[in-house]
């Protein structure tokens, strides 16, 4: 099915160790996006891409680096993982500004625990 | 800086009744855009309504509809003849490129 791929689903880490989150869309689209979701704080922009060769950071980007390996991939990168960081992590991406008021789409989210 | 703040952490609405989910926002853009998102328990991420910040008409989507009133940067939900199926966080959206979200109003059905 078209869409946001996310991996892993699920994730548990030990404080100080690496991960890499995979997100790929088969949508052909120019902009993509990483978000957080916490309790009772929504969901917080970390970073995102607006096309392929361009990263920018979001509301709350320390701690996190991201790759746009190309059109398709969009990954996020925790280098010494903190209990801080646990959360869902959500992927999406969405088309350029230019072709209208296009919505974006979401991934099914990541759960990562830091322990 | 960029700011969408939804006042209501929780609302309750009778089924078959209307309710209303409260946004405000804040950006430097002249040109951005407006939505709002329903995420059930699943964690799926569901676009409900959107809405382009240069039309004056309010969007509407059979029983959504918003309230969208640019100088007061306020852009409401409506849903009419409210569901159980409407149960569910609620956030609302603003960007152009970059996109934030606020932190969302739960919503309760009550049968």
């Known amino acids: 099915n078209a869409g946001v791929t996310q991996t892993p689903k699920f994730q548990v880490l030990k404080t100080g160790q690496s991960m890499t989150l995979q997100c790929a869309q088969d949508m052909n689209h120019n902009s993509m996006y990483w978000y957080r979701q916490d309790p009772g704080m929504g969901l917080r922009l970390i970073y995102y891409?607006?096309?392929?060769?361009?990263?920018d950071k979001g509301e709350v980007p320390n701690g996190y680096n991201v790759s746009r390996l190309n059109k398709r991939e969009f990954s996020l990168r925790l280098e010494s993982a903190a209990p801080s960081q646990t959360s869902v992590y959500f992927c999406?991406?969405?088309?350029?500004?230019?072709?209208?008021?296009?919505?974006?789409?979401f991934g099914d989210g990541t759960r990562l625990s830091i322990l | 800086a960029q700011t969408v703040t939804q006042s209501q952490p929780e609302m309750s609405v009778q089924e078959a009744e209307t309710v209303t989910l409260s946004c405000t926002y804040d950006t430097s853009e002249s040109d951005y855009y407006l939505f709002w998102y329903k995420q059930p328990p699943s964690r799926q991420m569901i676009l409900v309504i959107r809405?382009?910040?240069?039309?004056?008409q309010n969007a509407t989507e059979n029983r959504f509809s918003v309230n969208f009133q640019k100088a007061a940067k306020s852009f409401s939900l409506k849903i009419s003849d409210s569901q159980l199926g409407d149960a569910a966080m609620y956030f609302c959206g603003s960007g152009t490129y970059k996109y934030i979200f606020g932190t969302g109003t739960r919503l309760k059905v009550l049968a």
């Open positions: 999406a991406s969405r088309r350029q500004r230019q072709e209208s008021n296009q919505p974006q789409h």
């Open positions: 809405q382009e910040a240069y039309k004056q």
């Open positions: 891409s607006a096309s392929e060769g361009t990263t």
